[in-house]
């Protein structure tokens, strides 16, 4: 999660996706540059097609079962020319079935970094992948769960809630239940002198962390999300992203650009 889009973090007490988001919360957060101005033309809101996976996802971070081949792949691109970190290609694949949806992340890299190693670290100051979802858009106060996700598998997650049109609340706190993790680097981890190829990860998440919203999705079933990446050191760092935020600067944190997640049999 860029820091450029929130200013400081919102804390809300208990966890779980069934916590209740009452009492008052500390801290409100900035979503900064959500309604800059726009310098290029808007490309429309893509589409994925999510199908069923026809045979069982290992996450053990490699992106080899065979299930993953029927999936859909799209690539991330670069909309911040400001940026001056290397262009290194992402894919990402999503797949789901009766217990889980799924994510896969495979990332071009040529010197694999990540430093953090606990649940609810600030994962997006490292290489990351992130994964935004909303599984209800047609919700008046837009709220979206987030899960990013660095090179050694640390997963920081939490729940985003819209106060106004500018500003939103991040609770550090909700903790999503059953999520499973996985990476795996091809080179060396956090060696600044060799070269390396890459690395790729899995996520399963299980539907009982989306009651609250919506229920299980059934062929048909559409909801929202976006994809972004997080690459380099500082001060060399860039983000790419799927549907593009059509932000200023760096901002994945727009969910009325978020792209449609088409469920299908």
Request: hydrophobic content about 40%.
């Amino acid at each position: 999660m860029s820091r450029g889009a929130f200013t400081r973090e919102g804390l809300a007490a208990g966890k779980g996706p069934g916590v209740r988001l009452t009492g008052r919360v500390a801290v409100s957060v900035l979503l900064a540059g959500a309604l800059a101005a726009q310098t290029r033309p808007a490309p429309p809101i893509p589409k994925y097609e999510v199908r069923r996976a026809a045979s069982p996802i290992s996450i053990d971070g490699k992106v080899d079962e065979k299930a993953w081949s029927a999936a859909e792949a799209v690539q991330l691109a670069f909309p911040w020319e400001s940026q001056t970190g290397a262009r290194q290609k992402t894919l990402a694949r999503l797949l789901w079935d009766d217990e889980n949806l799924y994510v896969s992340y495979e990332c071009e890299d040529a010197d694999v970094t990540a430093q953090f190693t606990g649940r609810d670290d600030p994962t997006y100051r490292d290489d990351a992948v992130e994964i935004f979802i909303n599984p209800r858009p047609q919700q008046q106060t837009t709220a979206y769960i987030g899960l990013e996700m660095n090179a050694r598998g640390v997963l920081y997650d939490y729940l985003s809630v819209a106060v106004t049109p500018k500003s939103r609340l991040v609770f550090k706190r909700f903790n999503l239940d059953g999520v499973k993790v996985a990476a795996s680097v091809n080179g060396t981890l956090n060696n600044r002198e060799d070269t390396d190829r890459g690395w790729s990860l899995e996520v399963s998440i299980p539907w009982a962390n989306f009651e609250e919203f919506s229920k299980r999705p059934s062929p048909g079933a559409s909801w929202s999300f976006n994809l972004n990446r997080w690459d380099g050191v500082e001060p060399d760092r860039r983000m790419s992203i799927w549907s593009d935020s059509m932000t200023e600067r760096p901002n994945p944190h727009v969910p009325d650009r978020f792209g449609e997640m088409l469920f299908v049999q």
